[in-house]
């Protein structure tokens, strides 16, 4: 009996485990092909018959946006968009991979930034707009074009500006030493806690929020190319104007003023203004509508300056970028170009979603709302974010240095210089 | 994804050993007569035809999408499921059979198909295959021609050849096709707009027909004039043509990329890329082989070799640490929590248990509120405001994502521990006691080195667990704080699963397919060879105690 035992045991543990490990790899594996077979039908169908439906991959905050405009295509044409909801981190690379394999979607919607990326994978492919791009705000237009090609239709802008709580400070600063001064103010009587508010990442800090500062004292990333566009050969950021900022950094870092805190993250900085603890919060227009559920009253301000030019944010365009591979490409321009363009989409995409139209005569409407009109004003001084395929190397290192400054770690001079050095050697500027 | 199905197969497969001593019953004998039953051949046929079901359904679609190497695959592995469970005999494959299939398809499929990549470039501008770069970098050099004038155009049909009839904005209207050049049409019919939109003897399709046959309709090029600087007609919604001119040219033959500007020509530079002299390449490049050159990078590349020692090194303290101090904590209570005359014991246990039943990606986010340096609980309320930076200061980031590991890892330790320690005979103990052992001398020479027999194959797991611990180390501190010594984003606390995951899904320098395939097979090797060699030292163990 006892020799049995020993026999038989080691079989049937290993037995138990292997079929214990296979039901639990069948169960995880069908949960993840369903998504796979969910999407694989769609795509013979189009290659077999040739025109039922187009598909197109949005995340769920844009899906609601474009219900009804595919209705209305549905209606003209026959012709169905399927709305994919896709996880918003995942689509840009799900769409990388996907495109070449002839599985992908037809259109996508997605910021402008990803085109890049896009390009240098040759997943999208190039459309025109005609006489049509003139309708669309010119910066939207550029942010939407690539190596000199238009490469989506845009439908949205979006842009930072500074949130002020009208009930602690009444009235607006044109400096960002004079919005400190009144926050310091706010928090000297006890009416606050913070002076000002921005979220800091805790690894990258945010090149993206704080480039309004870093403009404003004549510091940008990239010099330009005779058309408008980036030179992402001609890295400016490490120039005499960039070194300042960085001492900024310092001075208003932890080891100095501690304006910018870098324990501050994007959900403290949001949770702290909107239980009134402080005057200002530096962000977009995607935190207002909680602001003003919380029972704060907000006012949209422009962009404080820290030196003597202008504050530019960046502009993030949001839009519809056809696939290089779309078994149905006649069908999906006819609807890119011709439908999400007119101003009815527009207005439609609007009310539906509440991001600022990028087609002028939609967002002159949409602009009777003050907070549109008012973020709108500031990013008609913005530039649209750099869209190179080398971009995400530059932000690393970028929020990387500033985080570093802010903390105080490190000399401004040597610390930004380095970066420069990094940032020109990863993108072979 | 990738995570949870790694980490739950284990857990049944670890309480079976913990309690793999107590002999089964023999179980064996009454399954051979049940085979033979009326039931048996009825679940047998019922299960086996769901199975063939699912199984047609599949090929069918295989058949559908022109999948054929997969579907004969599909085919073959059908026919052997089919003759292994309708034969007589052969028991031990019947049970075998889905197990090895499934180890098949989802583990060394997978093993071979991350070699495969390792030994590529796949990554961000080598997406795809050489074709597909051709025809991207094509499309994207047809550039429309400056100032040009849109056309507005219909699609007409005679004799199942297709013309495109285009009326400029000054309202002449020209007939052109694939074959036949550009034709005025004076005697198009005009709609209210001004847009030609019929010509006798010509059909006018509507849109749905254009959809139909949108691929003839997407090829068609008119050139504009005997001048191929005008370009050539094309249009993209059926609604509208535009004037398109190339500014490259692709030779086939010398398989060349030429700029028609500026003369530059770019060849395949052997890197999957087309390149000119100057080593300027052209943004779409493709897939190719690269033989060892990963390997070789993940060695030499000085962003990236210092760093990696460092981070070997860490990925070894955290894994051994982690086992010992959850181990070591989860003994101790178990122990503890074993007496027998203690009141309220289970309550106890489910307490301990709690950390274990929280998703461990939720826990890491929220230790790393709880430490956070100025806004955390721990700093705010337990130290009265201390600034200490728990998670940005690299030592201290290093004990937080041990202390945090041990909190989320003792349960399961503790689990077993109690399993294995209850499963001990307590004539042992008694008798030790008799022969006047005392407490301590009972724990070190008896119960643990029984204990360790079922346990020790489990630590060797939870050495491999814990060596890709992903969720811990990314939901806590992200990998930082960031080394100085290199741009690429690698911080104190990274275990190379998660500086895999940084290089595959490109946290800063871009993704990188074939580099992080590379490295999860280091990172396999690594974890093969010292379990391969615990094993072999736990089977010794067993040995002296049979």
Same mark, same amino acid.
């Given at each position: 009996?006892?020799?049995?035992?020993?026999?038989?045991?080691?079989?049937? !543990?290993?037995?138990?485990?292997?079929?214990? #490990?296979? &039901?639990?790899?069948?169960?995880?594996?069908?949960?993840?092909?369903?998504?796979?077979?969910?999407?694989?039908?769609?795509?013979?169908?189009?290659? &077999?018959?040739?025109?039922?439906?187009?598909?197109?991959?949005?995340?769920?905050?844009?899906?609601?946006?474009?219900?009804?405009?595919?209705?209305?295509?549905?209606?003209?044409?026959?012709?169905?968009?399927?709305?994919?909801?896709?996880?918003?981190?995942?689509?840009?690379?799900?769409? +990388?991979?996907?495109?070449?394999?002839?599985?992908?979607?037809?259109?996508?919607?997605?910021?402008?930034?990803?085109?890049?990326? #896009?390009?240098?994978?040759?997943?999208?492919?190039?459309?025109?707009?005609?006489?049509?791009?003139?309708?669309?705000?010119?910066?939207?237009?550029?942010?939407?074009?690539?190596?000199?090609?238009?490469?989506?239709?845009?439908?949205?802008?979006?842009?930072?500006?500074?949130?002020?709580?009208?009930?602690?400070?009444?009235?607006?600063?044109?400096?960002?030493?004079?919005?400190?001064?009144?926050?310091?103010?706010?928090?000297?009587?006890?009416?606050?806690?913070?002076?000002?508010?921005?979220?800091?990442?805790?690894?990258?800090?945010?090149?993206?929020?704080?480039?309004?500062?870093?403009?404003?004292?004549?510091?940008?990333?990239?010099?330009?190319?005779?058309?408008?566009?980036?030179?992402?050969?001609?890295?400016?950021?490490?120039?005499?104007?960039?070194?300042?900022?960085?001492?900024?950094?310092?001075?208003?870092?932890?080891?100095?003023?501690?304006?910018?805190?870098?324990?501050?993250?994007?959900?403290?900085?949001?949770?702290?203004?909107?239980?009134?603890?402080?005057?200002?919060?530096?962000?977009?227009?995607?935190?207002?509508?909680?602001?003003?559920?919380?029972? +704060?009253?907000?006012?949209?301000?422009?962009?404080?300056?820290?030196?003597?030019?202008?504050?530019?944010?960046?502009?993030?365009?949001?839009?519809?970028?056809?696939?290089?591979?779309?078994?149905?490409?006649?069908?999906?321009?006819?609807?890119?170009?011709?439908?999400?363009?007119?101003?009815?989409?527009?207005?439609?995409?609007?009310?539906?979603?509440? !991001?600022?139209?990028?087609?002028?005569?939609?967002?002159?409407? &949409?602009?009777?709302?003050?907070?549109?009109?008012?973020?709108?004003?500031?990013?008609?001084?913005?530039?649209?974010?750099?869209?190179?395929?080398?971009?995400?190397?530059?932000?690393?290192?970028?929020?990387?240095?500033?985080?570093?400054?802010?903390?105080?770690?490190?000399?401004?001079?040597?610390?930004?210089?380095?970066?420069?050095?990094?940032?020109?050697?990863?993108?072979?500027? | 994804?990738?995570?949870?199905?790694?980490?739950?197969?284990?857990?049944?497969?670890?309480?079976?050993?913990?309690?793999?001593?107590?002999?089964?019953?023999?179980?064996?004998?009454?399954?051979?007569?049940?085979?033979?039953?009326?039931?048996?051949?009825?679940?047998?046929?019922?299960?086996?035809?769901?199975?063939?079901?699912?199984?047609?359904?599949?090929?069918?679609?295989?058949?559908?999408?022109?999948?054929?190497?997969?579907?004969?695959?599909?085919?073959?592995?059908?026919? &052997?499921?089919?003759?292994?469970?309708?034969?007589?005999?052969?028991?031990?494959?019947?049970?075998?059979?889905?197990?090895?299939?499934?180890?098949?398809?989802?583990?060394?499929?997978?093993?071979?198909?991350?070699?495969?990549?390792?030994?590529?470039?796949?990554?961000?501008?080598?997406?795809?295959?050489?074709?597909?770069?051709?025809?991207?970098?094509?499309?994207?050099?047809?550039?429309?021609?400056?100032?040009?004038?849109?056309?507005?155009?219909?699609?007409?049909?005679?004799?199942?050849?297709?013309?495109?009839? #285009?009326?400029?904005?000054?309202?002449?209207?020209?007939?052109?096709?694939?074959?036949?050049?550009?034709?005025?049409?004076?005697?198009?019919?005009?709609?209210?707009?001004?847009?030609?939109?019929?010509?006798?003897?010509?059909?006018?399709? *509507?849109?749905?027909?254009?959809?139909?046959?949108?691929?003839?309709?997407?090829?068609?090029?008119?050139?504009?004039?005997?001048?191929?600087?005008?370009?050539?007609?094309?249009?993209?919604?059926?609604?509208?043509?535009?004037?398109?001119?190339?500014?490259?040219?692709?030779?086939?033959?010398?398989?060349?990329?030429?700029?028609?500007? $500026?003369?530059?020509?770019?060849?395949?530079?052997?890197?999957?890329?087309?390149?000119?002299?100057?080593?300027?390449? /052209?943004?779409?490049?493709?897939?190719?082989?690269?033989? #060892?050159?990963?390997?070789?990078?993940?060695?030499?590349?000085?962003?990236?070799?210092?760093?990696?020692?460092?981070?070997?090194?860490? $990925?070894?303290?955290?894994?051994?640490?982690?086992?010992?101090?959850?181990?070591?904590?989860? /003994?101790?209570?178990?122990?503890?929590?074993?007496?027998?005359?203690?009141?309220?014991?289970?309550?106890?246990?489910?307490?301990?248990?709690?950390?274990?039943?929280?998703?461990?990606?939720?826990?890491?986010?929220?230790?790393?509120?709880?430490?956070?340096?100025?806004?955390?609980?721990?700093?705010?309320?337990?130290?009265?405001?201390?600034?200490?930076?728990? /998670?940005?200061?690299?030592?201290?980031?290093?004990?937080?994502?041990?202390?945090?590991?041990?909190?989320?890892?003792?349960?399961?330790?503790?689990?077993?521990?109690?399993?294995?320690?209850?499963?001990?005979?307590?004539?042992?103990?008694?008798?030790?006691?008799?022969?006047?052992?005392?407490?301590?001398?009972?724990? !070190?020479?008896?119960?643990?080195?029984?204990?360790?027999?079922?346990?020790?194959?489990?630590?060797?797991?939870?050495?491999?667990?814990?060596?890709?611990?992903? *969720?811990?180390?990314?939901?806590?501190?992200?990998?930082?704080? !960031?080394?100085?010594?290199?741009?690429?984003?690698?911080?104190?606390?990274?275990?190379?699963?998660?500086?895999?995951?940084?290089?595959?899904?490109?946290?800063?320098?871009?993704?990188?397919?074939?580099?992080?395939?590379? /490295?999860?097979?280091?990172?396999?090797?690594?974890?093969?060879?010292?379990?391969?060699?615990?094993?072999?030292?736990?089977?010794?163990?067993?040995?002296?105690?049979?």
């Amino acid at each position: 009996m006892k020799v049995q035992d020993a026999l038989t045991t080691p079989i049937n !543990r290993r037995v138990f485990t292997i079929g214990a #490990f296979s &039901a639990v790899a069948a169960v995880a594996l069908s949960a993840c092909g369903a998504n796979s077979t969910a999407s694989s039908p769609e795509g013979t169908d189009l290659t &077999a018959s040739g025109a039922a439906t187009i598909t197109m991959w949005v995340d769920a905050e844009r899906a609601p946006a474009l219900k009804d405009i595919t209705a209305k295509f549905k209606e003209d044409t026959g012709i169905e968009v399927k709305l994919v909801v896709k996880d918003f981190a995942a689509v840009r690379d799900d769409f +990388i991979t996907q495109v070449p394999t002839g599985k992908g979607p037809d259109l996508i919607v997605g910021p402008h930034d990803w085109v890049g990326k #896009f390009v240098q994978n040759g997943v999208i492919s190039p459309l025109q707009l005609g006489d049509k791009a003139a309708g669309f705000q010119e910066s939207a237009i550029k942010a939407m074009t690539y190596n000199g090609s238009l490469y989506g239709v845009p439908y949205a802008t979006e842009n930072i500006a500074l949130l002020r709580n009208t009930g602690l400070v009444a009235t607006a600063a044109a400096t960002f030493d004079e919005v400190l001064a009144n926050g310091q103010k706010t928090v000297d009587e006890g009416k606050a806690k913070f002076a000002f508010l921005v979220g800091l990442d805790p690894k990258q800090a945010d090149p993206y929020h704080l480039y309004p500062l870093q403009t404003s004292m004549g510091s940008s990333v990239f010099g330009l190319t005779a058309d408008g566009g980036y030179d992402p050969k001609n890295l400016v950021l490490g120039e005499a104007a960039g070194i300042e900022f960085a001492k900024k950094l310092v001075a208003w870092g932890d080891t100095g003023t501690k304006a910018l805190n870098s324990n501050i993250t994007g959900d403290i900085a949001k949770e702290k203004f909107l239980a009134g603890e402080s005057a200002y919060y530096l962000t977009g227009p995607w935190n207002v509508p909680d602001a003003e559920a919380k029972g +704060i009253k907000v006012a949209i301000d422009p962009l404080p300056t820290a030196g003597d030019q202008e504050a530019r944010p960046f502009i993030g365009v949001n839009g519809f970028f056809i696939s290089a591979k779309s078994a149905n490409a006649l069908a999906a321009n006819e609807f890119v170009t011709n439908y999400l363009s007119t101003e009815a989409a527009q207005d439609s995409m609007f009310t539906a979603g509440g !991001r600022p139209p990028a087609l002028k005569s939609s967002f002159e409407k &949409a602009a009777k709302d003050p907070i549109v009109a008012a973020f709108g004003k500031i990013g008609q001084d913005g530039v649209p974010m750099p869209a190179i395929p080398e971009m995400s190397a530059v932000w690393a290192d970028w929020g990387a240095t500033e985080l570093a400054l802010i903390k105080g770690n490190a000399d401004p001079a040597t610390e930004w210089a380095k970066m420069a050095a990094s940032i020109k050697a990863k993108i072979g500027a | 994804m990738t995570k949870a199905p790694e980490e739950t197969p284990l857990a049944p497969a670890r309480e079976s050993a913990a309690q793999a001593p107590r002999p089964k019953p023999p179980l064996k004998a009454a399954k051979h007569v049940g085979f033979d039953s009326l039931k048996g051949i009825i679940a047998k046929i019922v299960l086996l035809g769901l199975v063939d079901a699912f199984a047609v359904y599949v090929m069918m679609m295989l058949f559908i999408s022109a999948s054929w190497l997969v579907l004969a695959v599909a085919a073959v592995v059908v026919l &052997a499921i089919n003759w292994i469970y309708l034969r007589k005999g052969g028991l031990p494959a019947k049970y075998l059979a889905p197990g090895v299939l499934f180890l098949l398809v989802f583990q060394v499929f997978v093993v071979m198909y991350s070699g495969y990549i390792a030994f590529t470039n796949y990554g961000d501008g080598h997406n795809s295959s050489k074709d597909d770069a051709v025809a991207a970098i094509q499309m994207t050099a047809q550039e429309r021609v400056p100032d040009s004038p849109a056309f507005q155009t219909a699609v007409l049909q005679k004799d199942s050849a297709l013309y495109l009839l #285009f009326t400029d904005p000054a309202g002449t209207v020209q007939l052109g096709s694939a074959d036949t050049a550009l034709e005025p049409a004076p005697n198009a019919t005009k709609n209210s707009s001004g847009k030609a939109t019929a010509l006798p003897g010509f059909q006018t399709l *509507n849109f749905n027909q254009i959809v139909a046959q949108q691929d003839a309709i997407l090829k068609i090029s008119v050139p504009v004039s005997s001048d191929p600087g005008d370009g050539s007609l094309r249009t993209a919604d059926g609604s509208t043509a535009y004037q398109f001119k190339p500014s490259m040219h692709y030779d086939a033959a010398a398989d060349t990329f030429t700029d028609l500007e $500026t003369g530059v020509v770019y060849t395949d530079n052997g890197e999957g890329a087309f390149a000119d002299a100057a080593d300027n390449t /052209l943004s779409t490049g493709w897939k190719i082989n690269v033989g #060892f050159d990963n390997f070789v990078k993940a060695f030499t590349d000085p962003d990236l070799r210092g760093p990696l020692l460092g981070v070997i090194v860490w $990925t070894f303290t955290f894994a051994i640490a982690s086992v010992i101090l959850t181990f070591a904590l989860g /003994l101790f209570l178990a122990m503890t929590f074993n007496r027998e005359d203690m009141r309220g014991k289970k309550i106890y246990r489910i307490i301990m248990i709690l950390p274990y039943a929280f998703p461990a990606f939720l826990s890491g986010l929220v230790w790393s509120g709880i430490l956070n340096p100025q806004f955390g609980w721990l700093n705010q309320t337990l130290l009265g405001g201390a600034e200490i930076g728990w /998670l940005t200061d690299p030592v201290l980031a290093k004990i937080s994502v041990l202390v945090v590991n041990l909190w989320l890892g003792f349960p399961y330790m503790f689990l077993v521990c109690t399993g294995a320690l209850q499963s001990l005979p307590s004539e042992l103990d008694e008798a030790a006691r008799m022969d006047g052992a005392g407490p301590w001398r009972v724990f !070190r020479a008896i119960k643990l080195p029984l204990l360790l027999v079922s346990i020790a194959p489990l630590l060797i797991a939870s050495f491999a667990f814990n060596f890709n611990n992903f *969720n811990v180390i990314y939901m806590l501190t992200g990998g930082g704080p !960031r080394f100085t010594d290199t741009t690429r984003d690698i911080g104190s606390t990274d275990i190379l699963i998660t500086l895999v995951y940084k290089v595959a899904f490109g946290q800063g320098t871009g993704r990188d397919y074939g580099l992080a395939s590379a /490295l999860a097979i280091i990172i396999f090797i690594i974890v093969a060879t010292v379990s391969a060699i615990s094993f072999k030292k736990t089977k010794a163990l067993e040995d002296v105690n049979s």
